[in-house]
């Protein structure tokens, strides 16, 4: 059984590279059909990675979200989830090459540098809240990042406008205010998921003291956390009441969060994520 | 066999000659049989569009030539011209070459506006007729059927379509990239002009309901409103409505600025910061540069909407480079099936020779043998049958492949030669 999660993984991280690959074409000037190979690539690929999911589940009896290369996973799975409403409509079809290359390297990076064992979770972590706390967490961090990829998508539209210039992406780019309408939906779908993630995680800290430790309030995943709820709240709010939208709300989201972004990789690089919530070093 | 184009184009003939040519769309069927006539049951196809008139003929055994002499005395006749008055003015392609440039005429690598969609309805439209009219042979259905292929491939393989190029699309492409759906959308017309109505006129085609019209002569607004079921509104009211445009075009006679950052600024308040696309097709220009400089607000003035239109063309130009290499592509396959269609006629022959010696020996035998049962008689055909069917087999396979990759007619002549068979056109 193990072989064939071996086989799985990479043949889906394969596919998504490929999905990649055949994103820059479509953005350089590809046609539709390019755009449609990328689109089964991507769906070729998340096929085998919930595959990987399933047959680990299968092979360890247990939830696979205790590895990096597990989260990852899931992380990969859940933005691909997302993409399906968005395929439904013609004019946001292409946005799908805007999310592939992050994916695609994430891909890459399991491949290269996470393991594929699965880890004895501690005995705080064996619940059932583990998969509900981290799966929403995970969706949540997921419509995040297309979120932002999306402002991105959006920066690029806006300053072709803006420079009079329709060449290139442009004709490859929703409408701005199409963009506008998908990085609202998508902050208003992961923003109150996020608050609700931060509860169940709350309540189920409750349920066991051994999960809260007395210094959790400098576990740099908490605090990173609230930081975030905070700053999507901002951008939620602000877009609601007008003060926030256009090029000023898709700024705010992609700087925003590619310094959340950069800070989590710092903090893992340093290994304070694995900081405990008792006040030691993992 | 020989394949036919003969005709005249924007390229070659000025709106004098190609108007005395025209067909009239009523005209064509009658025109279709006329000529199918006088090149006796060739396969006939005539498209006539404003800015060409050209005659697809295809003959299995007239040669090109003659088939050019009978369209172009044809041609006089029906429209009633001398020849020399047009003469100079015709191009004419034959076999490969005219396959090649329906393949561009219908993908549209060869219209006055490159890439505009028009002219694949218009020769799907002339394929029709001539089907109606049972003109269209074998060739002329599978040639026009392969130009149908290629256009739509080279239509969804290259950008040949992408970007308008008309002042008026241009802006409707714009709003298109800046607002999801143009329906629910408010154009603000301030002032008159050609150019403005065409770019309303446009909008509204695209979906646009609500109009609203400013100028300092109310009548004149009205008049430009009233199509249009649109508001009217002085010009004094400009400031306090201006909010309402997402989509405002000005186009007054002002020779100065009339709209200014502070007046879009408190727009973009009142409307939430809702983008608006402003067109200035002024000039001098009625929009202060800097109003561009604004978030939300996208400025265009007739500079800009030119240099859209500029950028588009080039990349028309650049994608028609890989079109034609769809259509050379075409036309090598068509070239491979016009071959196989050359050899179909001996091969079939060479088979029915091959049959009738079979035949005749098999009676021979049987006449020999009368003590056979039916039975018997009935497996020894079968025998003979079959061994002539794999005797054949391995000749006609290496035919089709030779003349796939030799000359047809040099082939085609060796085979008829061995098999002693007679000579087809």
Redesign the interface.
């Known amino acids: 059984m193990e072989w064939g999660i071996g086989l799985f993984f990479y043949t889906g991280a394969a596919l998504y590279v490929l999905a990649a690959l055949m994103a820059v074409l479509y953005l350089q000037g590809g046609s539709q059909l390019t755009l449609g190979w990328t689109t089964g690539l991507t769906a070729a690929g998340a096929l085998c990675l919930t595959l990987v999911l399933g047959l680990r589940w299968a092979v360890f009896h247990r939830v696979p979200l205790t590895t990096p290369a597990d989260s990852i996973n899931l992380m990969v799975l859940l933005c691909t989830a997302i993409t399906i409403p968005m395929e439904r409509k013609e004019a946001l079809r292409p946005l799908i090459c805007f999310y592939l290359h992050p994916l695609a390297l994430l891909c890459v990076i399991t491949a290269l540098m996470a393991h594929g064992d699965l880890r004895t979770p501690p005995r705080e972590l064996r619940s059932s809240m583990l998969a509900l706390h981290v799966g929403m967490a995970f969706l949540a961090y997921a419509l995040f990042f297309m979120a932002s990829m999306t402002s991105l998508a959006y920066i690029a539209k806006a300053r072709h406008l803006k420079r009079h210039s329709t060449t290139g992406l442009f004709h490859r780019l929703p409408s701005l205010e199409q963009l506008d309408h998908t990085l609202y939906r998508l902050i208003r779908a992961g923003y109150p998921l996020f608050g609700v993630t931060l509860a169940v995680g709350l309540m189920w800290t409750h349920t066991d003291r051994a999960l809260l430790g007395t210094h959790w309030y400098l576990a740099p995943k908490i605090l990173l956390s609230l930081a975030m709820a905070a700053f999507f709240s901002m951008a939620f709010h602000g877009r609601r009441k007008g003060i926030l939208r256009g090029p000023k709300l898709a700024n705010f989201v992609f700087v925003g969060f590619s310094v959340f972004l950069a800070v989590y990789v710092v903090t893992a690089l340093l290994h304070l994520r694995e900081y405990n919530f008792w006040g030691n070093p993992g | 066999m020989s394949l036919l184009v003969t005709g005249l184009n924007h390229h070659t003939s000025a709106i004098e000659v190609r108007e005395k040519l025209a067909f009239r769309p009523d005209s064509i069927p009658a025109a279709v049989c006329e000529l199918r006539k006088r090149l006796d049951d060739a396969g006939v196809v005539i498209l006539s569009t404003c800015n060409r008139v050209e005659i697809y003929a295809h003959h299995s055994t007239l040669d090109a030539d003659a088939l050019f002499e009978r369209v172009c005395a044809f041609l006089a006749q029906w429209h009633g011209t001398a020849l020399e008055e047009f003469q100079s003015s015709l191009y004419t392609h034959s076999n490969l070459e005219a396959v090649g440039h329906l393949f561009r005429v219908a993908a549209s690598l060869d219209s006055l506006v490159l890439g505009e969609a028009q002219i694949l309805g218009q020769v799907h439209e002339a394929y029709l007729t001539a089907q109606t009219e049972q003109a269209a042979d074998k060739v002329i259905h599978q040639l026009f059927q392969k130009a149908f292929a290629i256009a739509k491939s080279v239509r969804?393989?290259?950008?040949i379509g992408?970007?308008n190029v008309s002042i008026s699309s241009v802006a409707v492409?714009?709003a298109?990239?800046?607002?999801?759906d143009l329906a629910g959308k408010t154009v603000m017309v301030i002032g008159s002009g050609q150019m403005s109505e065409l770019t309303l006129k446009s909008l509204v085609s695209r979906g646009v309901r609500e109009v609203i019209v400013v100028n300092r002569n109310f009548e004149r607004a009205r008049a430009m409103a009233e199509p249009y079921g649109g508001e009217v509104l002085a010009f004094d009211a400009l400031d306090e409505h201006l909010h309402r445009g997402d989509i405002i075009i000005s186009s007054t006679a002002a020779p100065r600025f009339i709209l200014h950052p502070d007046q879009f600024q408190r727009a973009l308040k009142q409307r939430?910061?809702?983008?608006m696309f402003v067109i200035d097709i002024a000039v001098p220009r009625d929009v202060e540069p800097s109003v561009?400089d604004l978030?939300?607000v996208?400025l265009?003035n007739m500079d800009?909407l030119e240099?859209?239109v500029g950028?588009?063309l080039d990349?028309r130009r650049q994608e028609a480079e890989r079109g034609l290499g769809i259509v050379q592509r075409g036309v090598e396959q068509f070239e491979q099936w016009m071959r196989a269609v050359v050899a179909e006629p001996t091969i079939t022959s060479m088979a029915e020779e091959c049959h009738r010696i079979r035949q005749e020996e098999l009676d021979k035998t049987l006449a020999a043998l009368p003590d056979l049962t039916d039975k018997q008689r009935q497996e020894v055909a079968y025998l003979t049958e079959r061994v002539v069917k794999r005797m054949l087999q391995s000749p006609m396979t290496q035919i089709k492949h030779e003349i796939g990759h030799h000359d047809p007619h040099t082939v085609l002549h060796l085979v008829r030669q061995l098999f002693g068979l007679k000579e087809t056109q």
Do not use: K, M, R, W
Not at chain 2, 156 to 159: N, R, V
Not at chain 2, 176 to 180: K, L, N, P, T
Not at chain 2, 272 to 275: K, Y
């Open positions: 969804s393989e290259t950008e992408a970007g492409d714009l298109a990239s800046i607002f999801e939430s910061q809702e983008p561009g978030d939300n996208y265009y800009d240099q859209v950028e588009n990349t």
